[in-house]
């Protein structure tokens, strides 16, 4: 029998405002919900499909936060104070970083090409998150190393940078 291994994402919200970040999710990146989670008739999480992938909300322990010496996780006190930036793949970068910004998230980045030829953008979500909006290519072409010796002098985009 195969085995494959799968990956959720867990992102964590100030304790509180678990329904709000989820909402925002599904406005900003058309995330599914698919159940909550609650803990003491308090809600702790909710449970999300973007695309394909699981993503699952939760507020962070207030108990945790208290006492750092149990460590975290702990949610974002300001905008990219993280170690993790999630990445999207979009089929329309405007579209999704229009949406995005009318949800609520703030410019990280514009929209622009990277020196692979792809477009990128990055912004900071309500909670303090980064996400890297990266439009799909309809056809994956092979950058020859000619090419990438060109734009190896061209400044990186600080949205690869992070």
Known sequence: MEHSIGVGLTVFVQHGREQQAAD???EAFEARQLRKHRVDGELAGVEMLIGATRVSVAGSNPR????????????????GAVSTIIQLTVP???????????AGAALRDRVQTDVEGRRVASLFDP???????????????????????????RPVSPALRA
Do not use: M, N
């Not at 329309?92 to 009318?102: G, K, L, N, T």
């Not at 303090?128 to 020859?144: C, D, Y």
């Open 92 to 102: 329309d970068i405007e579209a999704c970083f229009a949406q995005a910004i009318v």
């Open 127 to 153: 909670f303090g998150h980064i996400w890297v909006l990266i439009e799909r290519q309809a056809e994956i072409t092979a950058v020859s190393s000619d090419q990438r010796a060109v734009h190896a002098d």
């Open 64 to 79: 945790r936060e208290e006492e750092p010496s149990y460590g975290g996780p702990f949610f974002p006190k300001a905008a």
């Open 24 to 26: 925002f999710y599904s």
